[in-house]
């Protein structure tokens, strides 16, 4: 990964505060496109989150822009969003020095004047790069089941000419992809048995009396570690849940029964053949929220 001047973005910052107190005066957005894209839409327990940023100057001329932006690692610059609607802020793995406080914007002679100018670079024309990453799980906490929405927001301030005058700026504010949204199964292994689930269950006069759901403690947890009282499939609290030992994985899980009409019914409004997801969510002793969830096939 390469590093981004904290330096640098500190200077930005502080020079958004300086001009934010007398006032911004906003310019038309440059041309400079941000296509944020994930290979797929749908991730199940364990799968790779791959994702792509292109990022490219479309102006047909050089934009004098402020320092870092060229070299940041742009997925990291995403504003993710979980299904409890939790904004998750990117974990950096490398060391990097941290300043007490923002630089103040450096004073400069220009022309017999005094002025504030920022560290700034040019962005050539035609200028693109793309940033991407295996797995965006190594840098963002994903725990949830559901569906995430992902944007790409960068903070830039665009110049008029060199130097990089704050008060005479071409363009302040951020820079944004679309917004994408998709579903992952969650942190936590489920198995829920049976994986095809019958429409008649629903009247409750056929049918398993239980579903059954396997949960397999993440890594570093044990199944003292979950709270029993709190398991729920969608909205349907387990009326059974115990300790169970595995003997094909040589270790302990939670077994959880759910009355097989309720679970059926949490659903929703159901159609045959249709796939829909079922969620197995809850707390740990800590009062940290676990999940994971599984496609159930509606047949007949």
Same mark, same amino acid.
Request: with cysteine; charged share 25%.
């Given at each position: 990964?390469?590093?981004?001047?904290?330096?640098?973005?500190?200077?930005?910052?502080?020079?958004?505060?300086?001009?934010?107190?007398?006032?911004?005066?906003?310019?038309?957005?440059?041309?400079?496109?941000?296509?944020?894209?994930?290979?797929?839409?749908?991730?199940?327990?364990?799968?790779?989150?791959?994702?792509?940023?292109?990022?490219?100057?479309?102006?047909?001329?050089?934009?004098?822009?402020?320092?870092?932006?060229?070299?940041?690692?742009?997925?990291?610059?995403?504003?993710?969003?979980?299904?409890?609607?939790?904004?998750?802020?990117?974990?950096?793995?490398?060391?990097?020095?941290?300043?007490?406080?923002?630089?103040?914007?450096?004073?400069?002679?220009?022309?017999?004047?005094?002025?504030?100018?920022?560290?700034?670079? $040019?962005?050539?024309?035609? =200028?693109? @790069?793309?940033?991407? %990453?295996?797995?965006?799980?190594? *840098?963002? !906490?994903? #725990? /949830?089941?559901?569906?995430?929405?992902?944007?790409?927001?960068?903070?830039?301030?665009?110049?008029?000419?060199?130097?990089?005058?704050?008060?005479?700026?071409?363009?302040?504010?951020?820079?944004?992809?679309?917004?994408?949204?998709?579903?992952?199964?969650?942190?936590?292994?489920?198995?829920?048995?049976?994986?095809?689930?019958?429409?008649?269950?629903?009247?409750?006069?056929?049918?398993?009396?239980? $579903?059954?759901?396997?949960? =397999?403690? @993440?890594?570093?947890? %044990?199944?003292?570690?979950?709270? *029993?009282? !709190?398991? #729920? /499939?969608?909205?349907?609290?387990?009326?059974?849940?115990?300790?169970?030992?595995?003997?094909?994985?040589?270790?302990?899980?939670?077994?959880?029964?759910?009355?097989?009409?309720?679970?059926?019914?949490?659903?929703?409004?159901?159609?045959?053949?249709?796939?829909?997801?079922?969620?197995?969510?809850?707390?740990?002793?800590?009062?940290?929220?676990?999940?994971?969830?599984?496609?159930?096939?509606?047949?007949?």
């Amino acid at each position: 990964m390469r590093n981004t001047s904290i330096f640098h973005i500190l200077i930005l910052i502080g020079a958004i505060v300086l001009i934010g107190s007398s006032g911004l005066v906003w310019a038309e957005s440059p041309s400079i496109r941000i296509d944020l894209s994930f290979e797929k839409s749908f991730y199940q327990y364990g799968q790779p989150i791959g994702v792509e940023v292109k990022v490219a100057n479309l102006s047909g001329e050089n934009q004098l822009i402020s320092k870092g932006f060229s070299s940041m690692d742009f997925y990291m610059q995403m504003r993710l969003t979980d299904p409890a609607n939790q904004l998750l802020l990117a974990r950096h793995n490398k060391f990097h020095d941290e300043f007490p406080d923002a630089p103040p914007v450096p004073f400069v002679s220009y022309k017999d004047r005094i002025i504030r100018a920022a560290s700034c670079e $040019v962005l050539p024309a035609g =200028w693109m @790069e793309i940033s991407r %990453t295996d797995d965006i799980r190594n *840098f963002y !906490e994903m #725990k /949830l089941p559901g569906y995430y929405s992902a944007q790409v927001q960068i903070s830039a301030m665009v110049f008029k000419g060199d130097p990089c005058d704050i008060h005479d700026y071409e363009w302040l504010g951020v820079l944004k992809s679309e917004t994408k949204y998709f579903y992952f199964e969650g942190s936590t292994e489920v198995n829920i048995r049976p994986e095809q689930w019958e429409r008649k269950w629903l009247d409750g006069k056929e049918g398993p009396p239980n $579903v059954e759901v396997e949960i =397999w403690p @993440e890594e570093g947890k %044990t199944v003292e570690d979950y709270r *029993f009282d !709190e398991v #729920k /499939l969608n909205n349907v609290k387990a009326h059974k849940v115990f300790k169970f030992y595995d003997r094909k994985k040589e270790k302990y899980c939670l077994q959880a029964l759910f009355n097989t009409q309720e679970a059926v019914k949490s659903l929703g409004d159901l159609q045959v053949n249709q796939v829909y997801r079922a969620r197995i969510s809850g707390r740990l002793t800590t009062g940290s929220y676990f999940g994971g969830s599984r496609q159930i096939r509606i047949i007949r």
